[in-house]
């Protein structure tokens, strides 16, 4: 059993650094849920008058879905450079999070 | 037991706070559709709640590093002072963003689309203007 080795830090550290994404991602999701809207008058238009639910999944069908697997990938190679020198899973789940952020963000930022 | 409540106590500040102070956030930096002037009220008030119940719980690993002491557990114990780096990290966040908010972080009231109460009556008054008709 490769618990406390690099090995077992890897997986811990992946399923940290998934963790800050889902709970960012639902924190945005219930953040922007909760503050109510107008009510729409004007239905006419496609994809004009979502139930919250119904935004929710097209968003992450559309978006959410395609940028978290990109974020995973990074993510993972991230990971595998982090785990070594940091002792802690936490710690470098966290940080292989925040460092893959801010290169796509820089990637994204380049590219528009 | 006694890892599985300081593991939980770790993770619910290690997730917990920052979900809670992002919704919090959301809410304070938008601008809710408010019928009345109550839901208005309401609407910040539960902003209020949600940093307030964030920043308490912001202070958990103090709490986390006294038992991981009492238990002897050396490993939590490593754990939750790095997180008191964390802790004191996510306050000065706070901090900066509060600084950067135009007006008051908690105890803000969103505005409302109440109409002004339209004046229906018309009262003399000694000194002012006179009524039409009377």
Same mark, same amino acid.
């Given at each position: 059993?490769d618990?406390?080795?690099?090995?077992?830090?890897?997986?811990?550290?992946?399923?940290?650094?998934?963790?800050?994404?889902?709970?960012?991602?639902?924190a945005?999701?219930?953040?922007?849920?909760?503050?109510?809207?107008?009510?729409?008058?004007?239905?006419?238009?496609?994809?004009?008058? /979502?139930s919250?639910?119904?935004? =929710? *999944?097209?968003?992450? &069908? !559309?978006?959410g879905? @395609?940028?978290? +697997?990109? /974020?995973?990938?990074?993510t993972a =190679? *991230?990971t595998?450079? &982090? !785990?070594?020198?940091? @002792?802690?899973? +936490?710690l470098?789940?966290?940080?292989?999070?925040l *460092?893959?952020?801010?290169?796509?963000?820089?990637?994204?930022?380049?590219?528009? | 037991?006694k890892r599985?409540?300081?593991?939980?106590?770790?993770?619910?500040?290690?997730y917990?706070?920052?979900?809670?102070?992002?919704?919090?956030?959301?809410?304070?930096t938008?601008?809710?559709?408010?019928?009345?002037?109550?839901?208005?009220?309401?609407f910040?008030?539960?902003?209020?709640?949600?940093?307030?119940?964030?920043?308490?719980?912001?202070?958990?690993?103090?709490?986390?590093l006294?038992?991981?002491?009492?238990?002897?557990?050396?490993?939590?114990?490593?754990?939750?002072?790095?997180?008191?780096?964390g802790?004191?990290?996510?306050?000065?966040?706070v901090?900066?963003?509060?600084?950067?908010?135009?007006?008051?972080?908690?105890?803000?009231?969103?505005?409302?689309?109440?109409?002004?109460?339209?004046?229906?009556?018309?009262?003399?008054?000694?000194?002012?203007?006179?009524?039409?008709?009377?």
């Amino acid at each position: 059993m490769d618990h406390n080795g690099v090995r077992g830090r890897y997986g811990r550290s992946m399923a940290v650094a998934s963790g800050w994404y889902v709970t960012v991602g639902a924190a945005v999701a219930v953040g922007l849920a909760s503050v109510p809207s107008p009510p729409s008058t004007d239905c006419s238009a496609w994809f004009s008058c /979502l139930s919250p639910g119904e935004s =929710l *999944v097209l968003i992450m &069908l !559309v978006w959410g879905g @395609p940028v978290l +697997v990109g /974020l995973l990938v990074v993510t993972a =190679l *991230v990971t595998a450079l &982090l !785990v070594r020198p940091l @002792p802690s899973a +936490v710690l470098a789940g966290t940080l292989s999070a925040l *460092v893959t952020v801010t290169i796509c963000a820089a990637v994204y930022a380049g590219r528009s | 037991m006694k890892r599985l409540g300081l593991s939980g106590l770790f993770f619910v500040w290690l997730y917990g706070v920052p979900f809670l102070l992002l919704v919090g956030l959301i809410r304070r930096t938008s601008t809710p559709y408010a019928p009345t002037r109550e839901a208005a009220e309401a609407f910040g008030a539960t902003t209020d709640t949600l940093l307030i119940v964030g920043l308490l719980l912001n202070a958990l690993p103090l709490i986390g590093l006294h038992f991981a002491g009492l238990a002897g557990d050396e490993g939590w114990q490593r754990h939750f002072r790095w997180a008191i780096g964390g802790m004191v990290l996510l306050y000065l966040l706070v901090v900066l963003v509060s600084r950067m908010a135009t007006g008051l972080l908690i105890g803000h009231t969103p505005a409302d689309d109440e109409p002004a109460p339209a004046v229906t009556q018309c009262i003399p008054r000694s000194g002012g203007r006179g009524c039409p008709g009377g």
